[in-house]
C-alpha cells in the first residue's frame, strides 16, 4: 500500500490585533497508529510533495496573509519542490506563500552561497522567507547572519528547549531574537505556546506572532476524495 501524506493545518496568532495572521502546513502520515510526522522527510519522493503541495494549496481557501510551508536546503534545491512552490503562490495569490526554511540531515550540504540564487528566484514569484527554529542546531545568529537580508520572518521554538519559558536564559535567548527582528524589520513568531501563562510572559517581552496548542492544535487538511 503506497504511504498517505496530508498536511495539517495551525493557525499563527497576532495577540495584538487578536486575530489569526498566517497558518502553517505541517506534513504527517498515515500510519496504524494514527497521523504521525514522517520518519524522515528527506526519504519522501520529492514529486509525491510536490503533488500534494499543489493540491493542498488549490483547495485551501486561505482568508489570512500567509501560507507557511516547511522545506529544507536539500528540497529547495529540488526542481519537483521549487515548481511546486511557484504554482502554490500562484494559486494562493493574494495570499503569501512562506517558505518555512529548516534544517535537517542529508547526503548533501547546501551552504548560504548555494541557495541565495534560488532564494532570489523565490521572492520575484512574491514568496517570502522564514528562518525556522533560530537559537538551536545550525541556526544561530552567525550561521544565518549572510540570509537576514532575504528573510521576512524568524521563528523562535520554545519546544526546543529543555527550560521551560520562564528561565531567564530562555526569556534572554527571545529578547537576543527579538532585538534582531526589530533591527532587520522582520516578524519574529514565537512557537509553543501552550497556556495562558506562557501567552501572557510572551506579551510582557514584547511578542505578538505566535503559535501553540494554547491557540489551536494542528487540524487536518481534507482533500477531495478523501474519506
Known sequence: MKPIYRYFVQPQINTATKTIFGYELLMKQLTRDGWRLPESFAAIDPQIIADLLIATTKVLSVKVRYCSVNVSREQLMTTPIA???????????????VIELTEEDAPKKYPVADIVPQLKRFLKYGMQLSLDDVGTGDNYFTEIQDLLPFVSEIKFALQNFNQQFK?????????????ISIEYGIRLVLEGIEDHADNQLSKELGIKFKQGYYFSRPQLLSLPGDY
Open 83 to 97: 515548481h511546486a512552490l511557484i504554482k502554490s503562490q500562484e494559486q494562493l495569490y493574494p495570499t503569501k506563500l
Open 167 to 179: 528561565d531567564p536564559n530562555i526569556q534572554q535567548k527571545i529578547h537576543f531574537w527579538h532585538a
